[in-house]
Every structure is written in structure tokens, then in C-alpha cells.
């Protein structure tokens, strides 16, 4: 464990590398797929991903309740995207000359996707609390026991909050025309005898992931594209190939886990049911057998002419995230944002990655400088 928190990313590397078997044991217990055809063929097999989705945990009754909940949220949020457009181009112009990263990404996330997440007609104390538990860090696990305990201070009074609302809301019937916020997306979802807490954590569970899953990763593609181009001249890569590139090179999910729903036999070991069995979307995006120069951080490799690998920053399979497609959009709305007629570059950066959960950056400064008016004006003409 001492190595695997040195380079968690490292450390499974060398431990695949090391492998006699297709599969190996990870640190915590698990079992991780080496090869990368017998990984993508687990996250295919429907078989093994019978049942329901782990991402709700066993709040949802059934998979067609867990699919009727994810595309309510996508759609909603599809419908924002305009929206969210014109919000996080004001608000990377506001974040100043020098801001402090990670935890700046969650922050201009949440401030233009607040009013989708909870309407401006809703409690002002309770989206007060939303905005304090982004700011504490609650939309992902942090990697260090202060952080988690100043984050976690704040989840039982905002889950109180959380669920009296969603008792007044479930009592005064739906709304008309579809829902107003990501709350009545996942009330108007959910079954009726579920409870109101169980309504409020799930609603709680995307919260976190819509903006600290976009948050984090726009944080790592600013941070990576930055780290490797010299400052001074503009980004020669469009955020497109950035985004891609980022997710691709540092995934912000970087181990999907499921139970064995049954006993079975996988590379020649067997498993017990209930063995956690997991595939790497970072050991997948760097294959070297799949990949040109995995290693390297190269935007450039998303221009359509080179040989691409396995891509799945949001799983594949059965049980792909809804949201993909929004999600990457919003990523690049963003991070196209923050390049607008700025030079952008970092101070204390590192590309290896703090592993608790998640792959989250290691904290670094943004340095945004405003490129003068004429300058602006001739890279818009390019």
C-alpha cells in the first residue's frame, strides 16, 4: 500500500507488467484484468453485468429504474447546454489572474450549473449549503483524513436539508412541463415507496458526480496541457483534442469494480461469488500494443489519422455512463472558456495523480493572462 500511494498509477503498471496471469491482485483485495481484450470482453459480457448497475448501490429497485433516472438527468442537462454556455464564459473571466486548482474546477462547474442542479425558487439556505459543500471538497473523496473530515462535517446537515425539501416537493405533486432541476429529474424517476432519504442521497450521488466528475477533469486538462507546451504561445490543439486527450491520459474514473454475480473461472483462477472483479480504464488507455506512445500526453493523436485504442473514460458496455456525451461537452465548454483570449499557464504542477476514489490533480495555480485586444482579434481570424 506504501508504494501503490507513492504512484498509485505507477504502481499498477509494473503490477500488470509483473503478471504471470491475465488477471492480478490489487492492494485492497480485488482482482484486476491485465489483458485488455479479456477487459474489454468482462465489461461486455452480459452475464456478469446482470442486475443492476453498482454506481446507485441498491437505492433503485431495478435497472429500468436506473436507466429512467439517468437519461431524465442527461436530458435536462443536454437542455441546459446553451445555457451553461454563456454562464461559464462570464465566470472563467471572473476567476482572476492567478486561481488555485483543483479545487477551482468544481466551483466554476457548480456556479454555472446551480440553477439546473436546484431551481432559484428553491430554499436560499439549502443552495447556500450546496455551494459550502462544493467549496469543503464533498463532491469527491479527498485524499488526505483533514480534508475528508471538514468535507464529511457538512453532509448530515445538508442530507436533513436535502430530504425536507424533497418531502415538501413529493407533497405538493409534480410540475408541469417537465422538471425544473436535476431534484424533480430524480424525484419525477424514482418509484413512490421509495423514502425521501433514499430520494435525497441519490440526489446527493449525482449532485457530487456532475460536478466533481466535470470539475476534476477539467482541472486535469488544463493542468496537462499546460505542463506540456511551453508558455507563452497559445494552445496549438483545439479543446476537443485536449479533452479527449486528458481523459484518455488520466481518467478521472480510473478502476471500474463489480461482484462476480456467480462462481466462475477467469483466467484460469476461479472466483468465489462476490469477488470483486475490475478493469482499468487507465491500463486500457495505455496499451502500448493499442496505443501510439501511450505514455505521452499528446492531443495531436485525436486529429483522425492515427490508430486509437480502447477509449472508455465512462466504462463501456451494459452499463456506460448516461451522461457521457453532456459531460464531455461540458468539459470542453469549459475548458474552451478558460482559453479565451487567455494565455494560460501553471505553477506547481504534477501529472501524478492523489488516488483516493478517484485520480484527482495535485494541487496547482492557473495563471490566466488576457491577451491584448488586437492579438484576440487576430487569432479569432484564424
Known amino acids: ?32 484484468v491485465r489483458d485488455t481484450e479479456q477487459a474489454l470482453t468482462v465489461l461486455r459480457d452480459p452475464a456478469f453485468h446482470s442486475g443492476i448497475s453498482t454506481f446507485f448501490g441498491d437505492m433503485l429497485p431495478s435497472r429500468a429504474n436506473q436507466i429512467a433516472l439517468g437519461r431524465a438527468v442527461r436530458n435536462l442537462l443536454r437542455s441546459q447546454l446553451p445555457a451553461y454556455r454563456r454562464c461559464v464564459t462570464e465566470a472563467a473571466a471572473g476567476l482572476g489572474p492567478v486561481s ?24 436560499p439556505a439549502l443552495r447556500r449549503q450546496l455551494a459550502q459543500a462544493v467549496a469543503a471538497g464533498l463532491t469527491a473523496r479527498q485524499p488526505s483524513m483533514r480534508q475528508r473530515a471538514r468535507a464529511e462535517l457538512l453532509r448530515p446537515g445538508l442530507l436533513a436539508a436535502i430530504i425536507e425539501h ?11 412541463g417537465g422538471p425544473q432541476d436535476v431534484l424533480d429529474a430524480v424525484i419525477g424517476a424514482c418509484p413512490e415507496e421509495l423514502t425521501d432519504r433514499t430520494v435525497a442521497n441519490l440526489y446527493v450521488l449525482l449532485f457530487q458526480s456532475i ?56 483466467g484460469g483462477l476461479p472466483f468465489a461469488a462476490g469477488t470483486i472483479l475490475s478493469v482499468s480504464p487507465y491500463l486500457l488507455h495505455h496499451d502500448t500494443h493499442r496505443w501510439d506512445r501511450p505514455e505521452m500526453f ?70 490566466r493572462t488576457l491577451k491584448a485586444p488586437s492579438e484576440a482579434r487576430a487569432h479569432e481570424g484564424r
Open 100 to 123: 488555485r486548482w483543483p479545487e477551482a474546477g468544481p466551483l466554476l462547474v457548480y456556479r454555472c450549473t446551480a440553477d439546473v442542479l436546484l431551481h432559484p425558487g428553491a430554499p
Open 166 to 176: 424533497v418531502r415538501g416537493r413529493r407533497a405538493g405533486g409534480s410540475e408541469q
Open 1 to 32: 500500500m506504501r508504494r501503490f500511494r507513492r504512484d498509485p498509477l505507477e504502481y499498477l503498471e509494473v503490477c500488470a507488467r509483473r503478471s504471470p496471469a491475465e488477471v492480478f491482485r490489487l492492494p485492497w483485495g480485488a482482482w484486476c
Open 298 to 367: 499528446r492531443p495531436e493523436r485525436w486529429n483522425g489519422t492515427e490508430r486509437q485504442g480502447p477509449y472508455l473514460p465512462f466504462s463501456t458496455g451494459p452499463f456506460t455512463c448516461a451522461g457521457a456525451a453532456v459531460a464531455h461537452s461540458l468539459i470542453t465548454e469549459t475548458v474552451t472558456a478558460l482559453a479565451q483570449d487567455a494565455r494560460l499557464t501553471v505553477s506547481g504542477g504534477d501529472a501524478r495523480p492523489l488516488v483516493s476514489g478517484s485520480v484527482l490533480p495535485r494541487p496547482f495555480a492557473l495563471h
Open 211 to 266: 460536478v466533481g466528475n466535470i470539475g476534476y477533469a477539467v482541472a486535469w486538462t488544463v493542468l496537462l496541457a499546460c505542463l506540456h507546451h511551453p508558455p507563452g504561445p497559445p494552445w496549438p490543439w483545439p479543446a476537443e483534442w485536449l479533452v479527449r486527450e486528458a481523459a484518455r491520459h488520466r481518467p478521472f474514473v480510473w478502476m471500474v469494480g463489480r461482484p462476480a454475480p456467480h462462481p466462475l473461472e477467469f
